[in-house]
Each structure stands twice: as structure tokens, then as C-alpha cells.
Nanobody, 118 residues
Framework: QVQLVESGGGLVQSGGSLTLSCAASGTIFSIHAMKWYRQIPGKQRDLVATITSAGSTNYADSVKGRFTIAWDNATNVTYLQMNSLKPEDTAVYYC????????????WGQGTQVTVSS
């Protein structure tokens, strides 16, 4: 059984910073990629950032230059450093990972709320 547990959400003023964490645990043979998504009520879940096992990163245009994704391979923890936050960044942020156990599957965390006040 694989679990992803997120932490670090909260309320911050516009222009502020937050760091989200996502810890993967369980019977993990390898992790191919870790991703952060975000979702506003009534809207689809959008991909924010991706990091692969090779260290390649990719970002949504809306967060480029402000958000940084990182991955500690030793602890299977991924981070999303969010700077210069804007009210439009307000959403529930979800961690997702492509993990090989006895098979390769996509796993989700429970989500963490980020609220940016103007």
C-alpha cells in the first residue's frame, strides 16, 4: 500500500511564500515522477509542476519563475516552493506520483488548501 501525505498549506498574504511537502511511503520499488496539481471548486484539476526521476522539471506557464519543485530521493519527499503568491493561486493543491510497486500506478494525496489573500 502506498500513501502520499501532503502538508504545508495555509493562509498567506499576496506576495508571500509557502512551501508544500508531500511524503510518499509504503512498499515502493521506484518513483518515476512526482507532480503537483491544483483545483478550484467547480473547475478541473490543473497540473502545476512535474519532476521526473531524472531530475527534469516542468511548470505551468502561470507559475513559471515563481514556483519551484524539488525531490529528495533519499526520503521520497517532494516539495513545492511557492513565492510571490497571488490570489489566483488560491486552490486545493494535490500531490501525485507515478510509483512502481508490484505494478506501476498513479497515486494521489489528500490535498492541502492554499489561500492567498489580497
Amino acid at each position: 500500500q502506498v500513501q502520499l501525505v501532503e502538508s504545508g498549506g495555509g493562509l498567506v498574504q499576496s506576495g508571500g511564500s509557502l512551501t508544500l511537502s508531500c511524503a510518499a511511503s509504503g512498499t515502493i520499488f521506484s518513483i518515476h515522477a512526482m507532480k503537483w496539481y491544483r483545483q478550484i471548486p467547480g473547475k478541473q484539476r490543473d497540473l502545476v509542476a512535474t519532476i521526473t526521476s531524472a531530475g527534469s522539471t516542468n511548470y505551468a506557464d502561470s507559475v513559471k519563475g515563481r514556483f519551484t519543485i524539488a525531490w529528495d530521493n533519499a526520503t521520497n519527499v517532494t516539495y513545492l516552493q511557492m513565492n510571490s503568491l497571488k490570489p489566483e493561486d488560491t486552490a486545493v493543491y494535490y500531490c501525485n506520483a507515478i510509483i512502481r510497486t508490484t505494478y506501476t500506478g498513479s497515486y494521489w494525496g489528500q490535498g492541502t488548501q492554499v489561500t492567498v489573500s489580497s
